[in-house]
């Protein structure tokens, strides 16, 4: 008999636990249970709501600020000064804050123990089963007290609810219900992800450095030498290889969209390189938005696409392809913040519009979540349909940035095994100390004391593996402009396949049952990118897919053949092989102090000529190959 009691008194006690903490959602058809955190709530006033008013109910600070989704409305997160003990002082809290004055909906808060506390708001998302059931959910959603708030924009299937004034149920349970119909294809709480990209550092911003001559034999941007993840003079054996790579590419007729706070447009080093007027993913209009101390975006623009050889400050990874702008509602600063409940939504419908309005060839994301045990099923359908669906078919390349918590690689990165996830080192080639890593960890890619374009005409440095990722995007860029039948995933295998195991004395790179591109590391991944690996492997790698644009023939490149002889005092012979040239010279550059240059224009129609170096000093040089006013190919000379 007591033992019947016993069982009884445990299922009685689980019963009551399970009743007060059952809370759950959809994802991907499963129930995904979640608990509750006790100590916060988002509030979502009126614009007559006064701090005052939670004086008594023992909260601590907070700050009041504008909800984006509602006219003259404010929201806040607040947070109890002492955390309930238990579910039931926990309902008499929730409760108070309900009854206060001017407040129009409260949202729970949930958490796992490890990332940061996760808050819903009113709004949820439903997908229809078909296209034209939007009666189905207009009579589900008068039944269930629900308002239909708008579609998502470029996610045509997917609509944007929220629990009507006088609903007593939750955001959450609403969901639920609507999911638990069966009427429709799928649910997604809209829980607020704290979405983030680097914080700014901004060491260090200037207008114009002074040029310096050696950098022009890879390119003559004044401010070339401070690119190091381009071309390392500190280590030689730490970087891209790109100036090795853009004999060969330059990115041109690749298209990147960058999902981002906005591009400053009128930037001289980036706006011969912008493709559209872009897209304003918190407006749905065409047109990106750019606001005034947004840097984040320009920055990352600028490591793709800044323009090459224009005697200005600095060059990208692909300096010919074009950058599509899609500005989303990051603020500049946290205190600034319009808080939009439906944010998750926004990335969604600005990655839709990408690939299936702008055709874009690859997709920028600087950006994360702090949250990221949660997940999005509107936002992840956006990012699996641009891989499925983008390029008419072949598939866009998305790059994520793997976060900068030094911890496992953050969502919406780690998702999918297609997405490039991309990690930060420094010029030392060693993992950058805030770098995310892991299993799901792709490549990486310079992160630290990174400069880019900066508005108003500037360029400025930062750090972070937001500008980690779009050394990936430039790369790709790169792959497509000299083979771009190649679909999605060979690009991706290209990438992973030619990256550099680099500090093999620190980091042991090893077989992998789960990785098929080679060896790979915990904390680098496949390794650093190499683009110069890159473009030979892909210009050389066939289709898998029928192309309308054909495989590209392998760019047949004018050529610096020979010197002799090399070391030399008076004359020199120098061999050449031009191709398609309209003008052509050679430079000749001093690598000492001085670091004088001399130029001899070439002979269209020939391909030796004799130069005198009687009167140079004794010393190194290099001679560059310069045709059509880029310099294609070079090699060493000592004058004896």
Not at 180 to 208: C, H, K, Q
Not at 611 to 621: F, H, V
């Amino acid at each position: 008999m007591k033992k019947n009691y016993l069982f009884l008194f445990l299922l009685t006690t689980f019963s009551f636990l399970h009743a007060q903490n059952n809370f759950y959602y959809y994802y991907k058809g499963q129930k995904k249970y979640l608990t509750v955190d006790k100590k916060s709530f988002n509030i979502f006033t009126n614009a007559y709501f006064q701090k005052l008013s939670t004086t008594n109910i023992g909260v601590q600070d907070y700050t009041l600020l504008d909800d984006a989704t509602s006219e003259n409305a404010k929201y806040a997160q607040i947070e109890l000064i002492n955390e309930p003990n238990n579910f039931t002082v926990y309902n008499k809290k929730l409760n108070e804050v309900k009854q206060l004055p001017n407040v129009e909906y409260v949202g729970l808060f949930f958490e796992n123990g490890e990332g940061d506390p996760v808050g819903i708001s009113k709004h949820f998302y439903v997908k229809l089963k078909n296209i034209n059931d939007y009666n189905v959910l207009q009579q589900t959603a008068l039944q269930k007290n629900v308002e239909i708030v708008k579609q998502v924009p470029n996610m045509p299937q997917w609509y944007i609810l929220a629990v009507s004034a006088g609903n007593s149920n939750a955001s959450l349970e609403m969901c639920n219900q609507f999911y638990e119909t069966g009427l429709f294809e799928a649910v997604d709480p809209a829980f607020m992800l704290r979405f983030s990209n680097d914080d700014e550092v901004d060491i260090e911003e200037v207008s114009n450095k002074a040029p310096i001559v050696n950098g022009i034999i890879c390119s003559n941007d004044s401010n070339f030498n401070l690119l190091w993840g381009l071309k390392n003079t500190t280590n030689p054996e730490i970087d891209i290889n790109a100036c090795e790579a853009w004999w060969i590419s330059q990115g041109k007729n690749i298209s990147v969209a960058v999902v981002d706070q906005g591009i400053y447009l009128p930037h001289l080093d980036l706006s011969p390189n912008i493709g559209s007027a872009g897209y304003d993913a918190k407006s749905g209009n065409d047109g990106s938005v750019y606001i005034a101390g947004n840097t984040h975006g320009t920055k990352v623009a600028g490591v793709i696409s800044a323009v090459r050889n224009n005697n200005r400050q600095i060059v990208g990874v692909a300096p010919k392809s074009t950058i599509i702008p899609i500005s989303h509602d990051f603020k500049k600063d946290e205190n600034e913040a319009i808080v939009n409940s439906t944010f998750s939504a926004q990335l969604a419908s600005g990655i839709s519009w990408a690939w299936n309005s702008e055709n874009a060839d690859i997709i920028n994301n600087s950006w994360y979540s702090n949250s990221g045990w949660l997940d999005s099923q509107l936002l992840e359908e956006s990012i699996t349909n641009a891989i499925d669906y983008g390029r008419d078919g072949k598939g866009c390349v998305i790059v994520f940035s793997a976060g900068n918590n030094n911890s496992n690689v953050l969502y919406p990165g780690s998702f999918d095994d297609r997405i490039v996830t991309v990690g930060a080192i420094g010029n030392n080639g060693i993992k950058a100390d805030f770098s995310s890593f892991g299993s799901k960890l792709d490549v990486v890619a310079p992160g630290k004391n990174i400069w880019s374009t900066s508005p108003n005409q500037n360029i400025s440095e930062d750090q972070g593996t937001s500008f980690a990722a779009p050394y990936v995007s430039g790369l790709a860029a790169l792959i497509l402009s000299v083979n771009p039948c190649l679909t999605g995933q060979q690009v991706r295998d290209i990438i992973e396949q030619t990256s550099q195991k680099t500090r093999t004395d620190l980091y042991s790179y090893d077989n992998n049952p789960n990785r098929s591109n080679g060896t790979w590391n915990n904390q680098m991944g496949y390794g650093l990118i190499d683009a110069y690996a890159a473009v030979l492997m892909a210009r050389n790698t066939l289709s898998t897919n029928p192309c309308n644009q054909g495989f590209q023939e392998p760019l047949q490149l004018s050529t610096l053949e020979s010197i002799a002889p090399n070391p030399a005092s008076h004359n020199i012979e120098v061999n050449y092989i031009l191709r398609e040239a309209r003008s052509a010279s050679l430079m000749i550059v001093s690598q000492s102090s001085n670091n004088s240059t001399n130029t001899y224009d070439l002979d269209l129609n020939t391909t030796q000529t004799s130069i005198s170096i009687s009167n140079y000093l004794s010393g190194q040089y290099i001679i560059a190959l310069v045709v059509n006013g880029e310099v294609v190919d070079s090699k060493a000379l000592i004058k004896q």
